[in-house]
T-cell receptor, first 112, second 114 residues
């Protein structure tokens, strides 16, 4: 079946630290991969996406590379800010949003 | 105004009561969705609708029903609420084609069933 496994949180980092949130997936065929972010009190919003192997998605200083050989899509940021504190969800799609599978989410807290 | 508006934002109710959560969107999209979020379980799809005349069950539709009143409106009902339906509910909308996987979410409706 289709599923996403992401590292359990919570993750606490100091400002300007390097961030990695691991995400691996299981899927038939060639899924599209996504990272969504949920800020406190808000709904999820798309952070970045990649639609084929070796694609790199990037936005707001965050990056993730679609690695087919390791079935991974790890989220990275070189220098986190307090404003990056949120819950991050990895997701895969095998077609439209009705076939979108979310991971369990990783809570990130950045302290000054 | 938000692209996707959910009401109410918070609701506390008792077991057996009927509850309706409402959602409206200004994106002009045909596709709308209802998700449930539980701690440690991520988001799970309850129902989705690709247009006004199209309603489909998602992963966890038991105990829920929906109504698509217009392109912009999609409501979720719990006919007889039970405590394990306590959760955070999200409405979302998406476009089609390359935008089909890009969801725009509302801020959520937190439901507590006592």
């Amino acid at each position: 079946g289709n599923s996403v496994t992401q590292m359990e949180g919570p993750v606490t980092l100091s400002e300007e630290a390097f961030l990695t949130i691991n995400c691996t997936y299981t899927a038939t065929g060639y899924p599209s991969l996504f990272w969504y972010v949920q800020y406190p009190g808000e709904g999820l919003q798309l952070l970045l996406k990649a639609t084929k192997a070796d694609d790199k998605g990037s936005n707001k200083g965050f990056e993730a590379t679609y690695r087919k050989e390791t079935t991974s899509f790890h989220l990275e940021k070189g220098s986190v800010q307090v404003s990056d504190s949120a819950v991050y969800f990895c997701a895969l799609s095998r077609g439209g949003a009705n076939n979108l599978f979310f991971g369990t989410g990783t809570r990130l807290t950045v302290i000054p | 105004d938000a692209d996707v508006t959910q009401t109410p934002r918070n609701r506390i109710t008792k077991t057996g009561k009927r509850i309706m959560l409402e959602c409206s969107q200004t994106k002009g999209h045909d596709r709308m969705y209802w998700y449930r979020q539980d701690p440690g379980l991520g988001l799970r799809l309850i129902y989705y609708s690709f247009d006004v005349k199209d309603i489909n069950k998602g992963e966890i539709s038991d105990g829920y029903s929906v109504s698509r009143q217009a392109q912009a409106k999609f409501s979720l009902s719990l006919e007889s609420a039970i405590p394990n339906q306590t959760a955070l509910y999200f409405c979302a909308t998406s476009g089609e084609g390359s935008g089909a996987n890009v969801l725009t979410f509302g801020a959520g409706s937190r439901l507590t069933v006592l």
